[in-house]
């Protein structure tokens, strides 16, 4: 029998949303997690025989999820209009690099929230059958949006509560692991944001067919009366959560619907970055055109707005999932961790903060029974970072390895040839 390899650390978090402690190890065998081991006569135990890492000064935790992004868009400024109109092969390639840049920066499992079906469903066969390499792909293909409405260039326009219906199960004949839809206007020139653009039969047409054949629903809703829309149908996330009230107007809470989503326990994800990673981009510009600079503006009043809605959702018991939009506007594949920067600036702990990327977005996503954690059976999706984010969030960026279903995928120049010791080697280090 394989006596696999055991991944001794430091400290463990293990995703659950308990504190971390150490020494922890974690046993894997054919890229399962086979252990999770406590205390130090467990884990020499459990080393006997096996290869062994040790991992000083590190944290062991699962691989994070960034549980809404677009593979499709290059996170670099580039018009949305401009680069949909490229060739498949130039999209495909945008994917590949955008996937293979978020599995280097320890996400191990990524939730797509809309592009091109033909592309996102070749990237993940290709992932499976390694001639790629990146993480866990959950897709929606084409998100659902009314003709003309946010992201219609994807191609998953839809009117109509039958039309929608007939949709969501077109989606699901072509793979979908979940159900995507627009409540409103977007990001998409010609879209208004600010008013819902399905009406709340076609929300509830939606969900209950996407319920009916066992998929998740959640709706992009950035004003009050789409996110009632979704909360009245049952959705099983929402994103962004937004309360716009006009196109130039400041946005307004609303303490009903806020607290409408708290009772009907869905969970949010609310995309807090997208304005700082923009306003970090035109930064950096040698030459910002004034519309670069104009945007900054907004982006500053925006995020502001945003910063102080997410804190009014939480104070009201809205759980949160980590996502970070990436590949819109400026947004790149490495950073859900200014994401959770922002969440832990609106009241949340960093051990919160972790949670919504590993457990949490897991059962959020419908993976649970997968990946999020560090638990017997589940996969080995696992990262080692170091110092204790738990007590200092920046530590997610000191990635020293990357582990994909029990395969390392990734290590730092210090942790190649290093920490390792042969089964038959004395186990002599104590953290």
């Not at 009406?199 to 009366?225: I, K, M, P, Y």
């Not at 993976?367 to 080692?384: C, F, K, N, P, Q």
């Not at 200092?392 to 920490?419: F, M, N, Q």
């Amino acid at each position: 029998m394989d006596a696999g390899t055991l991944y001794r650390a430091a400290w463990v978090i293990d995703g659950s949303g308990r504190p971390g402690d150490g020494p922890g190890a974690v046993l894997v065998r054919n890229g399962r997690i086979a252990e999770v081991l406590r205390g130090e006569a467990a884990i020499r135990r459990a080393a006997a025989g096996a290869e062994v890492v040790s991992l000083e000064g590190r944290t062991l935790l699962p691989g994070l999820i960034d549980a809404h992004v677009h593979l499709c868009l290059p996170g670099d400024g580039t018009p949305f209009p401009r680069i949909v109109a490229e060739p498949r092969g130039v999209i495909e390639a945008i994917a590949l690099r955008n996937a293979a840049v978020a599995l280097r920066a320890g996400i191990t499992t990524l939730r797509d929230c809309g592009g091109f079906p033909d592309v996102l469903y070749a990237l993940r066969r290709a992932i499976s059958l390694g001639y790629a390499r990146g993480p866990r792909l959950v897709l929606a293909g084409w998100p659902l949006t009314i003709t003309g409405g946010h992201c219609h260039y994807f191609g998953g326009e839809a009117d109509g509560p039958d039309t929608l219906r007939g949709r969501v199960r077109e989606a699901i004949k072509g793979g979908a692991d979940y159900i995507k839809a627009m409540g409103t206007g977007g990001g998409t020139p010609g879209t208004e944001a600010w008013r819902p653009s399905y009406s709340r039969e076609e929300v509830a047409a939606l969900v209950d067919e996407a319920h009916r054949f066992g998929r998740r629903a959640t709706l992009h809703c950035l004003c009050a009366e789409a996110l009632r829309y979704a909360v009245d149908a049952g959705a099983d996330e929402i994103q962004h959560a937004w309360f716009m009230t006009g196109p130039d107007s400041p946005q307004a809470l609303d303490p009903g619907v806020a607290d409408a989503i708290a009772r009907a326990e869905i969970p949010v994800c609310p995309t807090l970055g997208v304005g700082r990673h923009l306003r970090q981009a035109v930064a950096a510009m040698s030459a910002p055109s004034p519309d670069d600079e104009t945007a900054v503006l907004r982006w500053e009043r925006v995020e502001a707005e945003v910063l102080d809605i997410a804190g009014a959702l939480r104070s009201r018991g809205v759980r949160f999932v980590a996502g970070s939009d990436a590949g819109w506007r400026f947004s790149p594949f490495d950073a859900l961790l200014t994401d959770l920067e922002l969440m832990a600036a609106v009241g949340c702990s960093p051990l919160e903060c972790i949670h919504a990327a590993t457990g949490a977005a897991a059962d959020a996503l419908g993976v649970g029974h997968e990946t999020g954690m560090l638990r017997e059976g589940l996969a080995a999706d696992l990262i080692a970072v170091w110092g204790r984010p738990d007590q200092d969030l920046g530590g997610l960026r000191r990635i020293d390895r990357v582990i994909l279903a029990g395969v390392p995928v990734w290590s730092s120049p210090v942790a190649e040839g290093e920490g390792r010791r042969s089964p038959s080697a004395e186990s002599a280090w104590n953290p």
